[in-house]
């Protein structure tokens, strides 16, 4: 039993012990207790336990030094075991006890989108699911060129795979700030769109076909301020087409 989690016990039990005194509204509190749902997290507050539970960081389909050097173990290391993870656990935190508290994430996101009240909730589910998605956007050995229907549609509505990936390698660039380049198709046709901070083509009715991620966390420690260095790294050396195939042929 750790520190935090002793010291949570003790106020607990102090609590209880004061509530159990007064014995003239010893019956409203416990059931009061129980219906919060505070006596089951008693039991439940260990340490090998998550705080809540709910939605469970998705394991990546790859070992975590597997896309280096181009992605580093370190990098790897701090955006899917620290943010990735943190996005996960503010979610579960934030819908607790709420009418998303059941939800699959996709549900949350469209529930949530565009209301300001439920500002919190869409950030931290929609960095949840754009992160799942952008682990398996890529794969060791990736980048080169698509086969199949994927390719025949990219020439189609690009003119040609170059000017695809010079779409959305410029895409990658110059989002400002914080955010994500996409490949989605846009009613029949695929496009090239970029969401600043946390959005995410699934709140707009397109379907994600690849990602990379422009946030300062996915490259700053490998690249520092060279974005343009990792979002070339990405295309050449890590895009997983077969998922973006599978994305494009589910549709
Ligand atoms: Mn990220």
């Known amino acids: 039993m750790n520190h935090a989690t002793m010291s949570n016990s003790l106020n607990r039990r102090q609590f209880l012990t004061t509530t159990l005194a007064a014995t003239a509204i010893l019956t409203t509190n416990v ?38 050097p181009y992605i580093s173990a370190n990098t790897m290391g701090f955006h899917y075991g620290k943010h990735h993870q943190a996005y996960i656990d503010k979610t579960n935190a ?20 565009g209301i300001q009240e439920h500002a919190a909730i869409f950030n931290s589910a929609a960095q949840a699911w754009n992160h799942e998605f952008y682990w398996k956007s ?11 229907a994927l ?20 895409a990658a660039a110059t989002q400002f700030g914080s955010g994500w380049a996409w490949l989605v198709m846009n009613k029949g046709t695929l ?15 397109q379907v994600p076909i690849l990602t990379i991620d422009v946030w300062e966390h996915a490259y700053y420690l490998d ?29």
């Not at 496009?191 to 009715?205: F, L, Q, R």
């Open 31 to 68: 059931i009061g207790l129980t219906s919060m749902g505070l006596t089951s997290k008693v039991h439940a507050a260990t340490p090998s336990s998550p705080a809540v539970p709910g939605l469970k960081l998705p394991a990546i389909p790859y070992e975590k030094d597997a896309l280096s």
């Open 94 to 113: 934030l819908i607790q006890n709420t009418a998303f508290a059941n939800e699959p994430l996709e549900g949350i996101i469209q529930k949530t989108a």
């Open 138 to 148: 890529m794969k060791p050995k990736g980048g080169g060129t698509p086969a199949g």
């Open 151 to 170: 390719s025949k549609k990219l020439d189609a509505d690009f003119g040609s795979f170059e000017q695809f990936k010079k779409a959305f390698g410029d």
């Open 191 to 205: 496009e090239v769109v970029k969401t600043a901070n946390a959005d995410t083509p699934i709140a707009h009715g």
């Open 223 to 251: 690249y520092q301020n060279r974005r343009t260095d990792y979002i070339a790294a990405f295309l050449d050396h890590l895009v997983n087409w077969d998922f973006a195939e599978k994305n494009f042929t589910g549709i």
